[in-house]
């Protein structure tokens, strides 16, 4: 998981709480990168993860009264679902889904002729992959929500969620081939 | 023992699930270890990859959307709809403190609060945003309302601090001062769209 860049002491969340304009800045400056990042790995696209990084904060000021938990922690695992929702939501749009037939058509799955002796990296990898394996790989193994989450956020079921993760590592094991371990 | 473990039993076994038998078959099998242990360093490589920063800084769109949202709460707050659209920027229209002589303060601020709810209903009735406004009188009319708009804020902080009564009086004299100056300026540039 992503490090904030900038501390966040219980000062500044409850004076983001009475809505001071300062220290709602002050928690954008400390969770943009890590809330961009998690944008920028579902959505794949940088203007989208912007997107979502913008509506992320806007609804973060909206609602950081009725926040109820209690120290920097809980702070981070709210704006994360939060962003998390959004970037969800985001790749429902129509586009997304004709990227994934797209990529379908590339042979997704396994190795296909065309790239063979074409060792992809992990982030090209990623990029490829259809995306809901590529939210459900990267909200499960690196953000750590656990299939309940996602299945929730997603409004999918759990074994939505568990079959997406086996594809997503098949298709990754594929794709990297036998450099993976290097 | 032949058949091997699929993707979706060794993602199982991982999350500290997955059946016996594939949990049996795993310990005995060295190619399905060795798969594995790909599935871990897989992972160890996501969660290693490097953050990426958002190429241009959004804050300044987010506290405007989030100033647009508090702008027409106090609209609504004070029955004043009709100018909500203006940025935020410094006051600069003449808010001279007020020496305070007032022998009841309180009286004198019900008085100031009902002076500024008639110069919002004067400013209903001219309809400001339904006419065309020049550049200059735009500006003017904008750096009014953002100084109505800053005292909003802050009698909207005061109302959740102690109450003092001469701050409070004072907000609200030069509250009434910038809505005067904004129905005046209103009502000429009317008076000036209608003689044209
Ligand atoms: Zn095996």
């Known amino acids: 998981m992503n490090g904030l860049s900038v501390a966040i002491d219980e000062v500044a969340i409850q004076r983001a709480k009475l809505g001071d304009s300062r220290a709602l800045e002050q928690l954008y400056r400390a969770y943009q990168s890590s809330v961009y990042t998690l944008a920028r790995r579902i959505c794949r696209v940088p203007e989208d993860a912007e997107e979502v990084l913008q509506d992320t904060f806007v609804e973060v000021c909206r609602s950081i009264g009725k926040f109820r938990g209690e120290g920097p922690g809980s702070l981070t695992a709210w704006i994360k679902r939060i962003a998390a929702s959004k970037a969800l939501m985001l790749i429902r749009r129509e586009k997304y889904r004709e990227t994934d037939e797209f990529n379908e058509d590339l042979g997704a799955g396994s190795t296909s002729p065309a790239q063979v002796g074409l060792r992809m990296d992990l982030e090209a990898a990623l990029e490829r992959l259809p995306r809901r394996s590529r939210a459900v790989v990267w909200l499960h193994d690196v953000e750590g929500y656990t299939h309940e989450d996602i299945a929730d956020m997603m409004g999918k079921t759990v074994s939505f969620s568990k079959s997406q993760l086996a594809r997503a590592h098949a298709r990754l094991r594929g794709w990297l081939g036998e450099g993976e371990q290097c | ?196």
Not at chain 2, 86 to 115: C, M, N, T, Y
Not at chain 2, 118 to 126: G, P, Y
Not at chain 2, 134 to 152: C, K, T, Y
Request: some cysteine; glycine content about 4%.
């Open chain 2, 1 to 196: 023992m032949l058949i091997h473990c699929t993707m979706e039993e060794l993602v199982s076994i991982r999350d500290g699930e997955g059946s016996a038998a594939a949990r049996q078959h795993l310990d005995a099998c060295d190619a399905c270890m060795e798969e594995m242990e790909r599935l871990h360093q897989r992972i160890a490589h996501l969660k290693a990859l490097p953050a990426f920063e958002a190429p241009r800084d959004r804050w300044p769109e987010v506290e405007r959307v989030v100033r647009g949202d508090r702008r027409k709460r106090y609209a609504r707050l004070i029955g004043w709809s009709s100018l909500v659209a203006a940025a935020s920027i410094a006051l600069l229209v003449g808010l001279r403190g007020f020496s305070v002589a007032a022998d009841d303060p309180s009286k004198e601020v019900a008085q100031l609060i009902e002076e500024s709810q008639h110069l919002e209903s004067m400013l209903r009735a001219i309809k400001p945003s339904s006419r065309v406004m020049n550049g200059r009188m735009a500006s003017a009319v904008v750096q009014l309302e953002d100084g109505i708009e800053l005292i909003d804020e802050t009698l909207e902080e005061l109302s959740r601090r102690r109450r003092n009564a001469v701050e409070l009086e004072q907000l609200w004299r030069q509250r009434v001062q910038l809505m005067d100056a904004l129905v005046t300026t209103h009502a000429a540039r009317t008076a000036s769209y209608v003689g044209f």
